[in-house]
C-alpha cells in the first residue's frame, strides 16, 4: 500500500491538523478576548483604572487640607496617606480593589473628623467638593462595565473546548474589581 493511499494515516494526520487549528487558533481568539478585557479596566480614560486616579488625586488634596486643620486626628491623615500610596502602587485588579477599599475607608474615617472641626469658608468647600468628587468617582466605578466584561469571557472561557483551550495554552479568568 502506498503512503497516499493509507486511510488510518489520513484520517490521523487530519485530526491533528484540526486539533492543532483549534488550539492555535482558539488559544488566540482566547488570548485576544483576555488582553480586550484587561484593556477595559486599564484604559487612559472612562476605566476603573482612570477612576481610581480620580479616587487618589482627590483623596490626595482632602488629606492635605485635612493636615493643615486644627485639631484633626493625625491618624487618619496618616491611614489616607498609606492608603492613597497602596492605590498607585497596587498591581492588578486584585491589588487595586483591595488598597481602593482601604482607602475608601481612610477617606470616610478622615472626612468624618474633618466635619466636626472648624475649617476656613475656602477649606471647608474644597474638602466638601472633593469628596463629593471621590463619591462620584465610586460610583462611575461601580457602574462601569468591565465586571460584566470579565464574567461574560470566564463564562465563556468555562465552557468546551474554550475550558481545554484555556488550561493548555494557561489563560486565566479575567479577576473582577469587587
Not at 461601580?142 to 469571557?153: C, L
Amino acid at each position: 500500500m502506498k503512503l497516499s493511499e493509507n486511510r488510518p494515516l489520513a484520517c490521523g494526520v487530519l485530526a491533528l491538523v484540526i486539533a492543532g487549528s483549534l488550539f492555535i487558533g482558539g488559544g488566540n481568539a482566547l488570548s485576544s478576548k483576555a488582553k480586550a478585557v484587561d484593556a477595559l479596566f486599564y484604559a487612559s480614560s472612562e476605566s476603573i483604572s482612570a477612576e481610581l486616579k480620580e479616587l487618589s488625586d482627590n483623596a490626595t488634596v482632602m488629606n492635605s487640607i485635612a493636615a493643615n486643620a486644627k485639631g484633626v486626628n493625625e491618624t487618619y491623615v496618616t491611614a489616607v496617606t498609606d492608603s492613597i500610596g497602596a492605590l498607585r502602587d497596587a498591581s492588578g485588579v486584585f491589588a487595586s480593589a483591595e488598597a481602593s477599599h482601604a482607602l475608601t475607608t481612610a477617606v470616610e474615617n478622615l472626612y468624618s473628623n474633618v466635619s466636626n472641626l472648624t475649617l476656613s469658608d475656602k477649606d471647608a468647600e474644597d474638602f466638601k467638593y472633593r469628596y463629593r468628587n471621590y463619591q462620584s468617582a465610586q460610583l462611575r466605578i461601580s457602574h462601569d462595565g468591565y465586571n460584566d466584561e470579565a464574567a461574560a469571557f470566564n463564562a465563556e472561557k468555562s465552557g468546551f473546548p474554550a475550558g481545554l483551550i484555556s488550561a493548555v495554552r494557561g489563560i486565566h479568568d479575567a479577576t473582577l474589581f469587587n
